[in-house]
C-alpha cells in the first residue's frame, strides 16, 4: 500500500493543479488496504482503472499489472493523475486518459489483448447507460474485476443499484462472472469478479 509520506507528497503536488479531494481519512485507508489485499488477482494483465480520480491507485496497481490506463473524465482529476505519473509511475507502463468509459475503445487503443483486469473504485453506481454497455463489452474479454462500492446518498446512483452488493453480483454473474463479496461495512462494500 502507499506510503503516507507518497500519498501526502502527492497531495501536495496534486494541490498546484486543483482542489484536492479527500486527504488520507479513514475509508481512503481502508480502500487502499482492501485493494492491496487482492492485487495480486491483476498479475501479468493489461488493467483497465474506470474513474481512475488523480491516480493514487495506479501506483500500487502498477507493480502488478503488465500495463495500466486510467481513465478519468474530470478534468481536475485527470490533471492532477499526470502530476501522479511525472512524480511517481513509469510512463512507459501506465497511460491517462480525460473519458468517460462511454468515449474509450478498448478494441484500439493502446492495447487490444484478451489479458484484462478491471479495477472499479467508488464508480460503479455513477456509469450512465452508454458507460454500462461499453463495460459489458469490455467484461467479455476480462479475467477479473476489482470492485469497491457504496454510498448513502442514493440521488446520484444510476437506476442499477450498484450501491448494493447483490446487485452488482446480478450484474457480474449476468455477465459470466462469479462474484464474491469479502468486505462488508455499512457505507461500503469490496468485492472480487472472476472467470
Same mark, same amino acid.
Given at each position: 500500500?502507499?506510503? $503516507?509520506? !507518497?500519498? =501526502?507528497e502527492?497531495?501536495n503536488?496534486?494541490?498546484? @493543479? #486543483?482542489?484536492?479531494?479527500? &486527504?488520507?481519512?479513514?475509508?481512503?485507508i481502508?480502500?487502499l488496504?482492501?485493494?492491496? $489485499?487482492h !492485487?495480486? =488477482?491483476l498479475?501479468?494483465l493489461?488493467?483497465?482503472? @474506470? #474513474?481512475?480520480?488523480?491516480? &493514487?491507485?495506479?501506483?500500487d496497481?502498477?507493480k502488478?499489472?503488465?500495463?495500466?490506463i486510467?481513465?478519468?473524465?474530470?478534468?481536475?482529476?485527470?490533471r492532477?493523475?499526470?502530476q501522479?505519473?511525472?512524480?511517481? &509511475?513509469d510512463?512507459?507502463?501506465?497511460?491517462?486518459?480525460?473519458?468517460?468509459?462511454?468515449?474509450?475503445?478498448?478494441?484500439?487503443?493502446?492495447?487490444?489483448?484478451?489479458?484484462?483486469g478491471?479495477?472499479?473504485s467508488?464508480?460503479l453506481?455513477?456509469?450512465k447507460?452508454?458507460?454500462?454497455e461499453?463495460?459489458?463489452d469490455?467484461?467479455k474479454n476480462?479475467?477479473?474485476?476489482l470492485?469497491?462500492?457504496?454510498?448513502?446518498?442514493?440521488?446520484k446512483?444510476?437506476?442499477?443499484?450498484?450501491?448494493?452488493?447483490?446487485?452488482?453480483?446480478k450484474f457480474?454473474?449476468?455477465?459470466?462472472?462469479k462474484?464474491?463479496?469479502?468486505?462488508?461495512h455499512s457505507?461500503?462494500?469490496?468485492?472480487i469478479?472472476?472467470?
Amino acid at each position: 500500500m502507499i506510503s $503516507k509520506k !507518497l500519498h =501526502l507528497e502527492l497531495i501536495n503536488k496534486w494541490s498546484k @493543479v #486543483g482542489k484536492v479531494y479527500s &486527504l488520507r481519512n479513514k475509508r481512503v485507508i481502508a480502500r487502499l488496504k482492501w485493494f492491496d $489485499k487482492h !492485487l495480486e =488477482l491483476l498479475d501479468g494483465l493489461n488493467v483497465l482503472e @474506470v #474513474g481512475s480520480n488523480s491516480g &493514487l491507485m495506479a501506483i500500487d496497481i502498477c507493480k502488478h499489472a503488465k500495463f495500466y490506463i486510467g481513465l478519468e473524465k474530470k478534468e481536475v482529476y485527470y490533471r492532477q493523475s499526470l502530476q501522479t505519473l511525472t512524480y511517481a &509511475l513509469d510512463s512507459q507502463k501506465a497511460h491517462f486518459c480525460n473519458l468517460r468509459l462511454s468515449e474509450y475503445d478498448h478494441n484500439v487503443f493502446p492495447f487490444s489483448t484478451k489479458l484484462y483486469g478491471v479495477v472499479l473504485s467508488r464508480v460503479l453506481y455513477y456509469l450512465k447507460d452508454g458507460d454500462i454497455e461499453v463495460l459489458k463489452d469490455i467484461l467479455k474479454n476480462c479475467k477479473v474485476a476489482l470492485v469497491f462500492c457504496g454510498s448513502t446518498n442514493e440521488r446520484k446512483l444510476n437506476k442499477y443499484g450498484f450501491h448494493k452488493a447483490k446487485n452488482t453480483k446480478k450484474f457480474f454473474e449476468d455477465n459470466g462472472f462469479k462474484f464474491e463479496v469479502d468486505l462488508v461495512h455499512s457505507r461500503y462494500y469490496g468485492g472480487i469478479a472472476t472467470k
